[in-house]
């Protein structure tokens, strides 16, 4: 368990988070209302160990607990262990964000008198103050996770806070040195990847466009992304003669936070990047294909959504369902949103 400054013991509150950067960035609105709600409410969260980093710049977070399965593993061992570990921790709620069943087993075996979340995966028995999802009236998923910290009877769809992740400086000179690498002038952050699919991605052609236009005006192109993401920012860096700085792969979470934090403006496809770019307060634009800006949209004022609102989209699909790969409509709806569009959207 990483634990911060303990708050005042009383009001406990265990929230099971989800497994994905962007989702755990707006469950931060959440912890937000939590704590409007009760300055002296401790929060903890129970996420992947991998999040951590992401928690402890939350300051209404008190204390991450590791879970100790990975994203689809069911492990009802595991979290029955866990569950009743957590006993002597005598948390009064639980608020479980998944709508997974098994997610909602260590508050159950934990005995914490209320537990609170969407009905899901037929939670009877398992949740206690289990709701009734009403996707009309909650269309976003920051709205669903900040209900769930309200009244059952509360009115719907609530405001919620935006998330804010503060910078530190100490943390930012660290990875200068780390990397090597030169934080003056203005920088252009651009994330290439999606885990969701191609069907998310703006292609690697417009992005390197993007990139030799910028890097034309003076600007230094910093690549972001996962290990999965390596092949697509290489052949990006490799379009614009190999001057971009990449770091796919290269970076821990924390890192690629404080990385994000020197960047003048930031270009994106809807990824968990994203999120943690407005969530740094940086100028952005984020791209949709396949995705519902409505549903995950970025929550800052400085971002800009782009998306060609094709009568086929939002699909939600991983790849293009209407035409394979060699046709010229494949994945229209990134294709046909042009670099000279989103330059026009970049500081200058």
Known sequence: MASKQRAAAGNKVLVVGPSWVGDMVMAQSLFIALKAGDPARRIDVLAPAWTFPLLERMPEVTSSIAM???????????RIKLGRQLRSEAYTWAIVLPNSWKSALVPFFA???????YIGECRWGLLNDARNLDKRQLPMTVQRFVALGL???????PAYPIPSIPTDPARQAAVVEKFQIKAGGNILALCPGAEYGPAKRWPTEHFAELARKKIADGW???????????AVTEEINQQTGGICVDFAGRTKLDQAVDLLSLATAVVSNDSGLMHLAAALDKPLVAIYGSSDPGFTPPLHAKAQVVSLHLDCAPCFKRTCPLYPEDHPDHTRCLTGISPSRILALLPE
């Open 111 to 117: 005995n914490i008198p209320l537990r609170t979340g």
């Open 151 to 157: 009244p059952k009877n509360a009115g719907q769809p």
């Open 220 to 230: 230094q192109v910093w690549l972001f992304g996962s290990e999965k993401d390596r």
């Open 68 to 78: 100790p399965l990975t994203h689809g593993q069911f492990g009802l061992a595991e």
